[in-house]
């Protein structure tokens, strides 16, 4: 059997938005920022702890 790498995908998760929040810099805005730099990646999605967690519930949806 042989591995087609071509195709490859990943996911690169970092920190809390949330915690990372200062003063001017909301999670928001850092939120926004994530989702700018992660549209011109190709087959890599960067994401936040939080919005892992978040998303889970819904993941766990499609395998019960």
């Known amino acids: 059997?042989?591995?087609?790498?071509?195709?490859?995908?990943?996911t690169v998760v970092i920190g809390n938005?949330?915690?990372?929040?200062?003063?001017?810099?909301?999670?928001?805005?850092?939120?926004?920022t994530i989702r700018s730099y992660d549209a011109h990646?190709?087959?890599?999605?960067?994401l936040t702890y939080d919005e892992l967690v978040d998303g889970a519930p819904r993941a766990l949806q499609f395998t019960g």
């Not at 990646?41 to 960067?46: A, F, G, P, S």
């Open 41 to 46: 990646l190709t087959r890599v999605q960067v």
């Open 17 to 32: 938005a949330e915690s990372e929040a200062t003063g001017t810099i909301t999670g928001k805005k850092i939120h926004q």
């Open 1 to 10: 059997m042989t591995e087609d790498f071509r195709r490859a995908r990943g």
